[in-house]
């Protein structure tokens, strides 16, 4: 992504005394202390809660004796502005990290255009990035047609440095067209109006969702605006009503204000689906949608968690350690193999050093080797781009429930029983 999952502002006294603390857990070891950041909108529940499954990783590595005798000391940086992602804000966290020898790797960012803009200060200091939901498939490859192309290069943004970014959910030349694929055939619509908000994630997914509706037969309609210009959108739905969509497709994230289109769809009387990618599989998009919840959809980059059987352990030990009803959420369990990944690459760096800590180029080189790597979501291997080999993406829809706890969790905060329930999966790498 994206994308932020759930924008519910968390008080300011929560956030500093999550980013404050350590690891925690077990006793000191011997060594010293290894440091590792997180980079992630944590003023969101969705940043929350992602940043809580580095946070576990961590604590229960510590408990178990840390890595090769190092303590790992956890801190999660906050990259919001103005309750919203700012890529200013994760390039100066970044830095931060850099200027303290001690890190020697992040989990993060949690959405694209933060990686963007901090791939370009890392990859100099190969200092190792793993993002839990980042989604545009541009940080890592080019787009080939018919797909649009892109609008910066890999290339470019590592200036031929070695690669130091890897990412463990798939992209959205898969997420898109995933949802195309169930709007099309499964809720039956073949005219759709397409919506962007006109940033790196928005303009990415809607395009790869229109070549892919195209290519199905379909035809389309397509609108972008620009949050700070933009709070009624009935215009372009009463444009996309006239030239006879049957559903709106928007690409973008709920912190643009991708969601209140929803709602305004009731205030003009125009029932038909609604769907977008990961940046709306939110609590804040359910609430935004504002007596509109049902018939939205999503999709995201990543096996459900909730579905996968070997998580079903961590998952229980994870809601025991985190018991809040918006601790767990769509990326949590992700971030968490992600954390393991790079404390296993630590450890084998250490390796490398005869026991003494790493560089972070020893770091770097070891987790590019990393293969075979078994996560709760799955068994990962990793391209010299840094993509997995995981490229399963699912599907989503709001409806009523009468227990969250059976959803995905992701539930609306005014309306605690409207929740995204999962609906479908879409495994590429086996897909024919």
């Not at 992504?1 to 011997?30: D, E, H, K, Q, Y």
């Not at 990793?382 to 706890?405: E, H, M, R, W």
Request: proline residues 4%; negative net charge; charged residues 15%.
């Amino acid at each position: 992504m994206v994308r932020g999952r759930g924008l519910v502002i968390l008080t300011f006294a929560a956030v500093v005394a999550f980013a404050c603390g350590g690891g925690g857990g077990g006793s000191p070891a011997s060594k010293g202390t290894i440091k590792i950041g997180s980079d992630l909108p944590v003023c969101t529940t969705g940043g929350q809660s992602t940043a809580n499954g580095v946070k576990f990783a961590v604590d229960q590595k510590n408990a178990s004796g840390g890595v090769n005798g190092y303590t790992i000391s956890y801190q999660s940086f906050d990259d919001c502005r103005q309750a919203a992602y700012s890529a200013a804000a994760g390039v100066e966290n970044v830095q931060s990290m850099l200027g303290d020898s001690k890190f020697l790797g992040m989990i993060g960012p949690y959405n694209s255009a933060v990686a963007q803009a901090e791939i370009p200060i890392s990859s100099p200091q190969h200092f190792v990035m793993i993002s839990p939901s980042n989604t545009n498939p541009c940080l890592t490859k080019e787009q080939l047609p018919p797909l649009p192309p892109c609008s910066y290069h890999a290339a470019d943004l590592r200036s031929g440095n070695a690669n130091n970014y890897w990412r463990v959910v798939t992209t959205d030349d898969y997420q898109g067209p995933a949802m195309a694929d169930y709007m099309y055939k499964t809720l039956n619509v073949h005219s759709i109006g397409i919506l962007d908000d006109s940033t790196v994630f928005g303009v990415g997914i809607s395009g790869s969702f229109e070549t892919e509706f195209k290519k199905l037969g379909g035809t389309t309609t397509h609108s972008e605006y620009q949050k700070a210009t933009t709070s009624d959108w009935k215009s372009i739905l009463l444009k996309f009503q006239n030239a006879g969509a049957t559903g709106v497709y928007v690409g973008g994230t709920d912190d643009q204000n991708i969601c209140i289109p929803r709602k305004q769809m009731k205030d003009i009387g125009w029932n038909v689906p609604f769907g977008g990618g990961d940046g709306i599989e939110t609590s804040n998009c359910i609430d935004q949608t504002s007596g509109n919840e049902v018939g939205t959809y999503a999709t995201s980059a990543g096996a459900d968690a909730t579905r996968v059987a070997g998580a079903t352990a961590t998952i229980a030990a994870f809601r025991k350690a985190f018991p809040g009803p918006n601790d767990f959420g769509g990326y949590t369990m992700q971030a968490y193999d992600a954390a393991n990944a790079l404390m296993a690459a630590i450890g084998r760096g250490i390796n490398d050093a005869n026991g003494s800590m790493p560089t972070r180029e020893q770091v770097r080189a070891e987790m590019a080797k990393t293969k075979g790597f078994v996560g709760v979501i799955g068994t990962y291997d990793f391209d010299a781009n840094g993509d997995t080999s995981l490229k399963i993406v699912s599907i989503y829809a709001v409806q009523q429930v009468s227990d969250p706890a059976q959803s995905t969790g992701v539930c609306g905060t005014k309306a605690a029983t409207l929740c995204y329930v999962w609906k479908d999966q879409v495994n590429y790498a086996t897909a024919a």
